[in-house]
């Protein structure tokens, strides 16, 4: 497909094994000058950094607000099954014809300007996005903030998810550099709401507050949880913002650190509830319940029980421990594979007190690290391991071990996971 040809024909850093982080918005703004400004025509922009929960806080925020009847846009990235999913209207990912000619608009021009995958489906989102007339446009930052591309618009709300170490030798090696990059999309005039984070990421993002004299909402000072309960059904938690009455919601993502998640977006929306006569205390409460975010801790079945995860830095792997741990209660099968430049050994450490055993692969993604470079961190953490060629063939090993009776979890990249949900559609079809 020309589409496909040409998309292929970028320079695509999710798939480059190394390069330096020195990308300039200047290129990309000339780019979208000559293709009419579109981001300048995105209404009620949400734009949202952060190391984990960025996807998972978009995710409820367009679950709420189509809830209540808004039209919305999401931009996420990046994709499990389909290119196509990275840019949803009302939920619905654009379709290929939509793709065909909004990329036959931007082609010539985009050639031109040599600009980036990841630059040009951003400004396919953008045009797409104004062409269909949302009300609320959800832009999740695709690597760090400052310099993404995402960040060449004005949103009225800049969240900031919990941050952790990821991309360090891209973002910086210490938490506090990594939130300074982070807090670059924070706007002059934006509303910024902020997750739960560590001292130093924090008064990274408050400095920056500071300079800007925005206001905001950080979780921990305004919201205090009264209650939560986790099960492999999902999550149900009540909560009180300072003097105000007790909220109760639930979600069915599996996990406490998905209420941190729920509570963010929960944020954004009550900052906008001031405004938007639409947006009510019911289809909030709707929107969170039905919100699925696709490979974040997803049963896929129960006998065996199969969950497929996208844990790929420390903290995301922490979390998945804390649902091995306290809501499975007993030692799993772990299908795991990375990319480079992630914290596996650190990962390898979080996971391996609930393992039984680790089944070795690795994605198609050229990043890829290879099975015996993984292999031989096992041997020196004396893990018990064994390798498989593809995701594919991993699961199948990993059932052979289950006996449909010990837990198996797919995790350690967006890719794996994306690879092993194809793998268990094409077996449903």
């Known amino acids: 497909m020309v589409t496909n040809k040409f998309l292929n024909s970028l320079i695509n850093y999710e798939k480059l094994v190394k390069y330096d982080y020195n990308f300039k918005l200047a290129n990309f703004k000339h780019f979208l000058r000559s293709i009419g400004n579109p981001e300048q025509n995105l209404k009620n922009v949400i734009l949202i950094a952060g190391t984990k929960g960025k996807g998972s806080t978009a995710t409820f925020i367009e679950s709420c607000l189509r809830a209540c009847g808004l039209k919305t846009a999401l931009f996420t990235s990046p994709h499990l099954l389909s290119i196509r999913e990275r840019i949803k209207v009302n939920n619905k990912p654009i379709s290929q014809q939509d793709?065909?000619?909004?990329?036959?608009?931007?082609?010539?021009?985009?050639?031109?300007?040599?600009?980036?995958?990841?630059?040009a489906m951003t400004a396919i989102a953008f045009l797409y996005f104004v062409?269909?007339?949302?009300?609320?446009?959800?832009?999740?930052?695709?690597?760090?903030?400052?310099?993404?591309?995402?960040?060449?618009?004005?949103?009225?709300?800049?969240?900031?998810?919990?941050?952790?170490?990821?991309?360090?030798?891209?973002?910086?090696?210490?938490?506090?550099k990594i939130?300074?990059?982070?807090?670059?999309?924070?706007?002059?005039?934006?509303?910024?709401?902020i997750s739960p984070q560590k001292n130093s990421a924090l008064k990274s993002i408050i400095n920056k507050i500071k300079e800007n004299k925005n206001p905001y909402y950080y979780i921990l000072e305004k919201i205090t949880i009264k209650e939560m309960k986790s099960n492999l059904d999902g999550c149900k938690f009540t909560f009180q913002e300072q003097n105000q009455t007790t909220k109760t919601y639930q979600i069915r993502v599996i996990g406490k650190h998905q209420i941190e998640n729920a509570l963010t977006a929960w944020a954004v929306l009550n900052y906008f509830k001031k405004h938007e006569v639409r947006l009510t205390e019911q289809g909030i409460k709707k929107g969170l319940a039905k919100?699925?975010?696709?490979?974040?801790?997803?049963i896929i079945t129960q006998q065996p029980l199969i969950i497929i995860d996208s844990a790929h830095n420390p903290e995301s792997a922490q979390s998945l421990y804390h649902i091995i741990h306290d809501i499975i209660k007993q030692k799993v099968i772990i299908v795991y594979g990375s990319s480079e430049g992630k914290l596996v050994s650190r990962i390898l450490d979080i996971l391996s007190p609930i393992t039984k055993r680790f089944i070795l692969t690795q994605s198609q993604n050229p990043r890829r690290i290879p099975i015996e470079k993984l292999a031989k961190m096992c041997r020196q953490k004396s893990l018990s391991y064994q390798t498989s060629e593809t995701v594919k063939d991993a699961i199948k090993v990993a059932k052979h071990l289950s006996k449909n009776r010990i837990p198996i979890i797919i995790t350690g990249s967006f890719y794996i996971a994306g690879e092993a949900l194809t793998y268990f559609k094409n077996k449903a079809s």
């Open 99 to 119: 793709l065909d000619r909004v990329v036959n608009k931007i082609k010539r021009q985009a050639e031109k300007y040599n600009i980036t995958f990841f630059e």
């Open 291 to 298: 919100a699925n975010p696709l490979g974040r801790c997803q």
């Open 179 to 193: 939130a300074q990059e982070k807090a670059g999309i924070i706007h002059p005039q934006s509303f910024v709401v």
């Open 131 to 176: 062409e269909k007339s949302v009300d609320y446009t959800i832009l999740e930052v695709g690597l760090g903030g400052s310099l993404d591309a995402t960040n060449v618009v004005n949103p009225k709300v800049a969240v900031i998810t919990r941050i952790g170490f990821d991309h360090l030798n891209l973002l910086g090696r210490t938490l506090k």
